[in-house]
């Protein structure tokens, strides 16, 4: 069998079996990346090196018997927002682009320890604030599928790579739908856990309240396994939640008998591609024909999500952005005058137009005499909307619905359009603000075979609800196929 065409966990049981070697394994990963990597532009950073060391000494452990856990041996890339000690961490951006952390984040500590092994660092859109993976200050990463199309963002190279065979799994961060968006336009699985499930602590943050680290993999099988891995309290991250039901593949089974399936009529209007709203209905129709009680409802404040999401998201942004100023690390300047120049210069040369652009904004909104006016009511707003979450989910076990309003748009269509890019969030956005989990499953192609995404949401906590509502459609729907 092609190394390549195992998911994680099978990738790793085969290790533990003898049948391969996580250096073989990298080595493939590797070979693949010096294949397509010129044409999709996954990674910003790779390490052949200290891979191939790290998966050697990988291997003697799963040899020992040391390591025995359902990542070991696996190779896996990691988004260029969370810091990784001794490797280039750069947001895609050119304020830091000489950056290299002194410790890494506690998500990615988890992997290691897991034994998965790291091959290197995904680009991203700037500091996550894109939806399509264009706003890199390192150039665009392409869709595996049809490199005329955008991968999704802001974890466009997660999840280009895991879909072009150039990982076995990925990690990325979602602040308004950046892993279950690419997700959807890569056809690869894509979890964003409940707000607090995994640690904060070594992501450099876009919107605080927001953001939360998750994985991109094959199936829903790896996904389980790879959340399990990286779940933890963190004492070091305020926002860490202490969890006791993380054993995420024990909801990997095939039923829904009986689960309350809620299909918001909201979801379902105008603007919503005909393809994309008619494989999410099949989706929803063989999970029903499974055992599921699926009923349409009203879920308010649909409309709101994005103006609020924008404000806040723009505010905590303008907040956590200020750190960069040329003066402890980073790009500066080469030529200015006083400090006050320097930080200007530095600041205007290091940035990119998108994340300018939302640092303005957010400004703009807490200044006095707009804070009440915008951020205020903005915070009112995403109170409301996680008030009608939760009266949904007083009703429905999970809720269903598309991911983005169309399939991967054409490279360049929306740069020239911010508002565009803002509107494609309107089914991921709402998420965020509530703290909740969605899964982000392939459940079918349009008419240039490009993936769509079927989006599951749960109540807070409820991850292994989605596991099992993923699992089981993702065993009635059969293979997928891949890009590679």
Not at 283 to 298: H, I, P, Q, R, T
Not at 404 to 424: N, Q
């Amino acid at each position: 069998m092609d190394l390549l065409a195992y998911s994680a966990v099978e990738l790793s049981a085969a290790i533990k079996e003898g049948k391969t070697t996580a250096v073989e394994a990298m080595e493939a990963v590797l070979a693949k990346i010096d294949e397509k990597e010129s044409g999709i532009h996954a990674y910003v950073t790779i390490d052949r090196e200290a891979a191939l060391e790290s998966a050697a000494r990988v291997q003697k452990k799963i040899e020992a018997g040391e390591l025995t856990g359902p990542l070991a041996g696996v190779p896996v890339a990691i988004k260029d927002n969370m810091c990784t000690e001794g490797m280039l961490t750069t947001c895609s951006s050119k304020i830091l682009g000489n950056f290299i952390p002194t410790f890494s984040a506690e998500a990615v500590l988890n992997l290691e320890k897991a034994g998965a092994v790291l091959i290197g660092k995904t680009n991203m859109d700037e500091f996550a604030m894109g939806s399509t993976t264009e706003t890199s200050a390192y150039g665009e990463t392409k869709n595996p599928w049809n490199l005329e199309h955008v991968p999704g963002g802001s974890s466009g190279g997660s999840a280009a790579a895991v879909a072009a065979g150039e990982c076995f799994f990925a990690l990325g961060s979602d602040t308004g739908g950046s892993i279950r968006q690419p997700a959807s336009f890569c056809g690869v699985v894509g979890l964003k856990p409940t707000y607090g499930t995994v640690s904060r602590y070594g992501l450099i943050a876009y919107g605080s309240s927001l953001d939360q680290i998750g994985p991109l993999t094959k199936n829903v099988s790896d996904c389980a396994a790879v959340l399990e891995a990286i779940a933890s309290h963190d004492s070091k991250d305020s926002t860490s939640v202490e969890r006791d039901d993380t054993d995420f593949t024990s909801a990997l089974s095939a039923d829904v008998t009986g689960m309350k399936i809620g299909i918001p009529r909201d979801y379902f209007g105008e603007g919503l591609d005909a393809r994309v709203k008619e494989a999410v209905l099949a989706a929803a129709k063989a999970l029903e024909e499974k055992g599921a009680v699926v009923e349409e409802f009203d879920l308010s404040l649909v409309e709101y999500a994005i103006p609020a999401y924008y404000t806040i998201a723009a505010a905590e942004a303008s907040s956590n952005l200020e750190r960069f100023d040329g003066v402890k690390y980073g790009y500066r300047t080469p030529e200015y005058e006083g400090l006050h120049n320097m930080y200007k210069k530095t600041r205007s040369e290091g940035f990119g137009a998108e994340v300018k652009r939302r640092i303005m904004l957010g400004s703009f909104v807490l200044s006095s005499g707009y804070y009440d006016a915008y951020y205020l009511k903005a915070l009112k707003v995403k109170a409301m909307i996680k008030k009608a979450f939760d009266d949904a989910f007083v009703k429905y076990d999970c809720i269903l619905g598309p991911v983005a309003p169309t399939t991967a748009l054409r490279l360049g269509e929306s740069l020239s359009d911010p508002l565009k890019m803002y509107l494609g969030d309107i089914y991921t956005i709402s998420v965020n603000l509530a703290g909740l989990p969605g899964i982000s499953v392939p459940c079918g192609r349009d008419a240039k075979g490009l993936p769509i995404g079927l989006q599951l949401i749960a109540d807070s906590f409820r991850e292994k609800t989605l596991i099992r509502a993923a699992y089981t459609y993702e065993q009635l729907r059969g293979e997928f196929g891949t890009a590679i």
